[in-house]
Nanobody, 123 residues
Framework: QVQLMESGGGSVQAGGSLRLSCPASGYDTYCLAWFRQAPGRQREGVAAIVTDGSTRYSDSARGRFTISKDNADNTLYLQMNTLKLEDTAMYYC???????????????????WGQGTQVTVFS
């Protein structure tokens, strides 16, 4: 059974940084990703590690966010720098899976989701 548990969210002033963590267990060797959902908006992909180990980023995240994975403890990270007001959202860790809850992004189907961690950027 896939288990994902995000942490590291919080409130930060614009221009600041946050690091999100997601210990993951039970997932296969395929894709892992971070998504986010702001109020009134659809959930969108932010960053992913895909099947060959390479990374993918949304246009808004590229150059500011870095996704990484610690293979020793199976923890997925998202380092977020130079945060902007528009980065305010609930951030979700996601693992590969195909089911009624899955969403396709960066060439992968993500069907397993954590509960989310809130990131709020203020001016």
């Amino acid at each position: 059974q896939v288990q994902l548990m995000e942490s590291g969210g919080g409130s930060v002033q614009a221009g600041g940084s946050l690091r999100l963590s997601c210990p993951a267990s039970g997932y296969d060797t395929y894709c892992l990703a971070w998504f986010r959902q702001a109020p009134g908006r659809q959930r969108e992909g932010v960053a992913a590690i895909v099947t060959d180990g390479s990374t993918r980023y949304s246009d808004s995240a590229r150059g500011r966010f870095t996704i990484s994975k610690d293979n020793a403890d199976n923890t997925l990270y998202l380092q977020m720098n130079t945060l902007k007001l528009e980065d305010t959202a609930m951030y979700y860790c996601a693992a590969h899976g195909y089911n009624s809850n899955s969403r396709k992004w960066a060439g992968c189907d993500f069907g397993y989701w954590g509960q989310g961690t809130q990131v709020t950027v203020f001016s």
